[in-house]
């Protein structure tokens, strides 16, 4: 198993978050597009999106943070 932390399994991950998050951004941009109405959006979906968009930004930061400044142990801790 590769530890959490290698460089290979970081790399992967945050390109992997990166597209997710940049997919996410088109899908927020086609909506907009639309010219919906309120009612016309269902809005338990779209809160589960913003939730989504949250959680990405939050692990790309996790990501740029200094070696050693996050407890990983916590992180990944079943």
Same mark, same amino acid.
């Given at each position: 198993m590769v530890h959490p932390s290698s460089p290979a399994v970081t790399g992967d991950l945050r390109s #992997?978050? =990166?597209?997710?998050r940049l997919n996410l951004l088109a899908l927020f941009r086609a909506l907009d #597009?639309? #010219?919906l109405s309120p009612a =016309?959006?269902?809005?338990r979906p779209l809160r589960q999106l913003f939730e989504l968009d949250a959680d990405l930004v939050e692990a790309?930061?996790?990501?740029?943070q200094p070696a050693g400044h996050l407890d990983l142990r916590a992180i990944y801790a079943p």
């Amino acid at each position: 198993m590769v530890h959490p932390s290698s460089p290979a399994v970081t790399g992967d991950l945050r390109s #992997r978050l =990166e597209t997710a998050r940049l997919n996410l951004l088109a899908l927020f941009r086609a909506l907009d #597009r639309m #010219r919906l109405s309120p009612a =016309e959006i269902p809005q338990r979906p779209l809160r589960q999106l913003f939730e989504l968009d949250a959680d990405l930004v939050e692990a790309l930061w996790a990501l740029d943070q200094p070696a050693g400044h996050l407890d990983l142990r916590a992180i990944y801790a079943p």
